[in-house]
């Protein structure tokens, strides 16, 4: 039975997505209006837009070190407000040495957040003893689709890019600073387990109790965590982020040079995207516990192939636009799964699970930036959308890998 402290916890972590999701999309919505203003070739707007995953990667990879040690809420309560000032930063830049700075700071403390924020919905979802974590990652998605209509809505008005970015990061960082003293803090994350094994249940339910999840923590010293029961979780992730990738980095610009859309309508599509993606994730929890994780990821993943279809066909707006909600009906379950999944495969809360889990979250974008990017330069962006299909349709094949049924003995920990 969940404490009101654990209560406090949850209503803080849900702060925490909010932010993270507001932040993203208020800063994706405008990259075509980025693309504009420094004159950047669709060449060029890929290699700036592979910058920020590379070093978000590097972000969370640092704050899985972090917050071994200190906790993830000593990291979400530097990184977060810092996220917010470098969406302004690039909203004020003159010129692309300094978007390129912006995008530093902004990559480096997106992984830490992505990160961060996983590890106490973990934490939280571990406490309640029951799934909750695609709630979390529902209202991410919420947030996303606030940012992407106020950045209609500022379109509209005509603001221009610092106005529209400081309005909702000043209300985000707000709201981060307020949550930030209520996550869960390092003892409350960090759990004793019996070092003898690390057991997954295999559904959607409470964490299995468990053996070493990290090295050097609790019930974890001198152990590393094994790769091979989270790679199906590694690969859906990267695949999944293929697509999310091209839908945030090139959404904007399909729809402004394949569609010729106005700036009103523009964000539209990762505004679609995001709107149906909160709106399956709003109940993903009954239906992870109704069928289990691997039936739901499967169905995403046939779904999301078929969203990517529909905007590789799409013959105007409106079509374009539904591909688009298709598309986040499909792949809304999968992130939140991977997670979820992670953390019942790292039971002493050390996060190394989580973040190397994360960490293919930005190979995906890499990827992703770099493949639909490239194809769109030697062709166009309506054609370069059918990479993400591809990829979408290869996490049915995974889907087995997000219930997995085997038990792993302290012998097949390898020593650090």
Not at 49 to 69: F, Q, T, Y
Not at 128 to 151: D, E, K, M, N, Q
């Amino acid at each position: 039975m969940p404490t009101p402290r654990d209560r406090r916890a949850r209503l803080a972590t849900f702060a925490v997505f909010f932010v993270q999701g507001l932040t993203f999309a208020t800063l994706l919505t405008q990259v075509a209006a980025l693309q504009k203003k420094h004159g950047l070739s669709d060449g060029e707007l890929s290699i700036l837009l592979l910058v920020v995953p590379v070093i978000a990667g590097a972000g969370s990879v640092l704050a899985g070190e972090v917050a071994k040690r200190y906790g993830s809420r000593w990291v979400l309560r530097v990184a977060q407000p810092l996220a917010g000032l470098a969406v302004v930063l690039a909203g004020l830049a003159a010129n692309v040495p300094e978007l390129v700075g912006a995008n530093v700071l902004f990559g480096l403390c997106l992984g830490a957040v992505d990160a961060g924020m996983n590890m106490q919905a973990v934490t939280v979802e571990r406490r309640y003893g029951r799934p909750i974590l695609t709630g979390f990652h529902a209202l991410w998605s919420a947030a996303a689709v606030i940012g992407a209509i106020w950045a209609s809505a500022a379109g509209g008005l005509g603001l221009n890019l610092p106005a529209t970015f400081a309005v909702a990061m000043v209300a985000g960082v707000v709201i981060a600073v307020i949550a930030g003293p209520r996550l869960c803090a390092p003892e409350e994350e960090h759990v004793e387990t019996p070092a003898e094994t690390v057991t997954s249940t295999g559904s959607g339910g409470s964490p299995a109790s468990a053996g070493s999840g990290g090295q050097g923590g609790p019930g974890g010293a001198g152990r590393r965590f094994p790769w091979r029961p989270i790679l199906p979780l590694c690969l859906a992730m990267a695949f999944l982020y293929v697509g999310d990738a091209s839908i945030s980095n090139f959404g904007s610009v399909y729809m402004d040079k394949i569609m010729h859309s106005s700036a009103a309508v523009v964000p539209l599509a990762l505004a679609a995207y995001q709107a149906t993606t909160f709106v399956v994730r709003i109940g993903g929890d009954f239906a992870v516990r109704r069928y289990g994780p691997a039936a739901i990821v499967r169905i995403g993943g046939a779904l999301a192939a078929v969203g990517f279809a529909g905007i590789v066909a799409a013959p105007n707006e409106p079509l374009a636009i539904v591909a688009f909600g298709v598309t986040g009906v499909g792949l809304s379950v999968v992130a939140p799964q991977s997670f979820s999944a992670a953390g019942r495969l790292d039971p002493a809360g050390m996060g190394v699970a989580i973040a190397r889990v994360n960490m293919f979250n930005y190979v995906g974008f890499i990827v992703g930036a770099a493949l639909v990017g490239g194809i769109a330069d030697a062709a166009d962006y309506q054609i370069a959308f059918a990479a993400p299909l591809v990829l979408a349709a290869g996490i049915i094949a995974l889907a087995r890998g997000f219930q997995p049924k085997t038990r792993l003995a302290a012998s097949e920990l390898t020593e650090a």
